[in-house]
């Protein structure tokens, strides 16, 4: 579909996928809606573009990526790629911010700004939508499942946590915070997955998201606990 107000995304990405497999691409457009279900119905189709190579009808976007072998991603599979997109990126800013500081990458604060930046960046997820991500906690923590205003608090309580603990500021109140909701997480996640072996979508990156609760957000938790029991330490010292 190419109109005045919209060009389909994909309808791109299938020219572009067949030009790189070498295809030379006779390109069909659609510029009408009423074309565009004209278009539908003689073929029986329910989307566009669909694709034809060497007269036979491929299909859409997904079906093209099938064709040539190339993975095809359905829209409930279970994946880790926020996670590991959320730590990686944390690490690489908590270096950067390490060496800007010190002149030096691998410090003891450097691992300290990993943790903390993580925080926010779970957060962040979790804030995009708190009715679906305390929606979707629900279904595991303890204690929101007994006081539910507890799943709103939740991700404001983690930025606030992970902002002081950037600053080194405030500990009394980011320590005991990371703390407490690391805890509960922690035993929460503990008993749904590890004893009562439930099979749970994970609410740490957002109540949208298909990554599997377990070791994610047992990891999320037990790094709210540790960092906040090393936090308290430290200002002890």
């Not at 064709?67 to 991603?73: E, K």
């Not at 439930?198 to 990891?219: D, H, I, M, Q, Y």
Request: charged share 20%; with cysteine.
């Amino acid at each position: 579909m190419v109109m005045d107000k919209h060009t389909c995304p994909y309808g791109i990405k299938s020219k572009y996928l067949l030009e790189r497999e070498g295809y030379v691409v006779d390109d069909h457009h659609l510029t009408t809606r009423e074309a565009t279900d004209a278009f539908r119905e003689e073929h029986d189709v329910k989307t566009t573009p669909q694709t034809w190579i060497d007269g036979e009808r491929v299909g859409g976007y997904d079906d093209l990526r099938g064709y040539f072998d190339r993975s095809v991603t359905s829209e409930n599979e279970t994946s880790y790629r926020p996670v590991i997109a959320i730590f990686a990126v944390a690490a690489a800013m908590a270096l950067a911010t390490s060496w800007f500081t010190f002149d030096n990458l691998l410090t003891l604060r450097a691992f300290e700004w990993f943790v903390a930046i993580s925080m926010c960046f779970l957060a962040i997820q979790k804030l995009q939508d708190v009715e679906s991500f305390s929606t979707m906690f629900l279904n595991y923590d303890l204690l929101a499942q007994r006081w539910v205003p507890y799943g709103y608090i939740y991700p404001f309580a983690e930025a606030l946590a992970g902002i002081l603990m950037i600053s080194g500021s405030l500990v009394w109140i980011s320590s005991p915070i990371s703390l407490f909701i690391g805890g509960i997480g922690v035993v929460s996640v503990i008993k749904a997955v590890y004893i009562e072996k439930r099979e749970l979508k994970c609410a740490c990156v957002g109540g949208n998201s298909n990554v599997p609760l377990g070791l994610v957000s047992l990891t999320e938790s037990l790094m709210m606990v540790a960092m906040g029991t090393w936090m308290l330490i430290k200002t002890t010292l």
